[in-house]
């Protein structure tokens, strides 16, 4: 439960950063962005681009006290964006990504166990872990700067992004202390986040560019039992999994970042 304070602090403040983004960028965007003619860049309207997606779930989890020497501070995972402009200055896109991730031993404080005769205890990882995969469809509305010389979707811009990833389980080879056995997790949990995101696309060729990007997210809804409460104890594996989970995914939105190719056609 300490670990759920510092979570709920950092949560916090990026909560509020990413809204005073979101506003800043409503107000300050020009009326007509959404409706000037858009020849694109060089005639390129459209834009396909595969790379990585990268996000330091591990890191912040590290710098929390929540990590161990084995956890990775840095995660990747492949995407696949399809980018459309609209006008000079704006540009829809739609992504999917894949990755994996790992529930490790000091993920969660343990589950609070009771058996009737049986003073309650605390039943944590003796070693081993859980693995699952997470699948994510987002779509982002994308603001180019036009006083920098961009044209979308060409050059430096400023993003707001609407994503849903569902995570289910791929392998568990879990050893519980004091030799307790549970049923292996069958469960899954569903997220809905927003992220604002600052990128820039540049051309190595005429079709071909590199595309990066940086932003902020914060978790809006979460599947289950999560509450992400004070209150939360885990009684049994399942509500262990789910929210060691819910935590790693709200980690894993809080920094985030990406670098792919693109073709422009």
Same mark, same amino acid.
């Given at each position: ?30 009326? #007509? !962005? ?66 994996? #991730? ?15 005769? !049986? ?119 399942? #509500?262990?999994? #789910? ?23």
């Amino acid at each position: 439960m300490r670990h759920f304070m510092k979570f709920h602090i950092y949560q916090a403040i990026v909560k509020r950063f990413i809204l005073l983004g979101t506003l800043c960028g409503m107000f300050f965007a020009p009326a #007509d !962005i959404f409706s000037q003619s858009n020849p694109g860049f060089l005639g390129a309207r459209h834009g396909l681009s595969v790379g990585y997606s990268l996000h330091t779930g591990g890191l912040l989890r590290a710098m929390v006290g929540n990590g161990n020497e084995t956890t990775k501070l840095l995660n990747s995972g492949f995407r696949v964006d399809y980018e459309m402009a609209k006008s000079q200055g704006f540009a829809w896109l739609f992504s999917y990504r894949n990755r994996s #991730d790992v529930v490790e031993s000091d993920d969660y404080e343990g589950i609070y166990y009771v058996e009737p005769g !049986i003073a309650p205890q605390i039943i944590s990882f003796e070693s081993g872990s859980l693995n699952y995969s997470v699948n994510e469809f987002a779509a982002e509305a994308r603001f180019y700067s036009e006083r920098k010389g961009a044209m979308a979707p060409f050059g430096s811009y400023v993003g707001l992004e609407l994503s849903a990833s569902n995570c289910s389980p791929t392998s568990e080879d879990v050893v519980w202390t004091a030799g307790m056995n549970f049923p292996k997790y069958s469960g899954s949990l569903t997220s809905i986040a927003t992220s604002l995101n600052f990128g820039v696309k540049r051309m190595i060729t005429k079709e071909i560019g590199i595309n990066a990007h940086y932003g902020f997210g914060f978790t809006v809804y979460q599947t289950g039992n999560v509450k992400l409460g004070s209150e939360d104890v885990a009684m049994n594996a399942q #509500d262990f999994y #789910d929210y060691a989970i819910a935590r790693r995914e709200l980690n894993a939105k809080l920094l985030q970042g990406s670098i792919s190719v693109s073709y422009l056609f």
